[in-house]
């Protein structure tokens, strides 16, 4: 095994730190809120124990894969755009099912890290209406009782939002009633920022939204849980527990790994261990998913 084969295992089994790459004049980095333990059988249905048992790089000690929580920032031009807003400063932990464990809370250091505050986002775009995505968006600044993003926008997409009674349905009323007043829906193919455009790809969620964003001669595919896993790359036909449409996501998800595979275009995979972002390479030499660093 070479060294760049372990440390690309090693990657897979621990939640990803601050990593930026560029795009031209447009700068994306991945900022961390927190992490998820996934259990693999439950999450992956079509899978077995011997798929496990032949990529175990994917598991951690106690045989859960792991996932990262948290959020992308778009900077251009002094501009600021976040998609997504991780999880929150909140831990859950649940005995059965795909979830394991999750947590988070890291989001705002991880900002100041980067040099940036919450007042600096202009806009908060979410791919779509789930806990681990709408985070701090629905909970108030450390300390106080003001939204964490003063200034922000909320860009939902169209269909997601017409159908957030799915979410109500699910006791988040709450979260829903956070969200609505700052609400602006987006629809398909619009630009919502310099260089980034909306693209609704419904199956994990009804109104899923992925991001499109150029600059430099290259792209990167902000693709949300159309993917939750690395190893999906290999297989895009394992659909997760949590999608709403798994036949929908699944076809969706092979056409959007031979996009991964295009010249010079990367994906961003929020969930993706510590390779969030990645290129596809599919040479038939080890995992499809390449991280890319730069």
């Not at 730190?17 to 795009?23: E, K, Q, T, V």
């Not at 991780?86 to 059965?96: D, H, I, K, V, Y």
């Not at 790809?201 to 001669?217: D, F, K, L, R, S």
């Not at 792209?219 to 690395?230: C, E, K, N, Q, T």
Request: aromatic share 6%; glycine share 10%.
């Amino acid at each position: 095994m070479t060294d760049v084969t372990v440390n690309r295992n090693e990657r897979l089994r621990r939640p990803a730190g601050i990593r930026s790459i560029r795009l031209g004049d447009t700068k994306v980095s991945y900022v961390p809120d927190g992490d998820v333990r996934l259990r693999p059988l439950d999450l992956l249905q079509d899978t077995t124990d011997e798929v496990w048992a032949a990529h175990p790089e994917y598991l951690d000690a106690t045989g859960h894969l792991v996932g990262s929580i948290g959020s992308l920032l778009v900077e251009h031009g002094g501009r600021a755009l976040l998609i997504d807003a991780g999880f929150g400063p909140q831990t859950l932990e649940m005995p059965e099912g795909p979830l394991g464990a999750i947590h988070g809370g890291a989001l705002p250091q991880s900002l100041a890290e980067l040099g940036r505050s919450p007042e600096d986002i202009e806009a908060v775009a979410f791919t779509h209406l789930h806990a681990d995505h709408l985070g701090w968006a629905c909970h108030p600044a450390p300390g106080g009782d003001r939204p964490v993003f003063t200034r922000a926008d909320y860009l939902i997409s169209e269909s997601e939002w017409d159908r957030r009674d799915i979410l109500e349905d699910q006791g988040m009323t709450e979260q829903v009633a956070a969200l609505a007043s700052r609400v602006r829906t987006i629809t398909d193919g619009q630009e919502i920022f310099p260089g980034v455009h909306v693209r609704i790809t419904p199956g994990h969620t009804v109104g899923h939204a992925e991001y499109v964003i150029t600059g430099g001669g290259r792209r990167l595919i902000a693709f949300g849980d159309a993917v939750h896993s690395p190893v999906q790359i290999d297989h895009p036909a394992w659909s997760a527990a949590f999608d709403h449409d798994r036949a929908r996501t699944a076809d969706h998800r092979r056409r959007l790994v031979a996009e991964l595979a295009e010249p010079d275009t990367i994906g961003f995979g929020v969930h993706f261990a510590d390779v969030v972002f990645g290129h596809v390479q599919q040479d038939g030499d080890g995992p499809a998913w390449r991280p890319v660093d730069a």
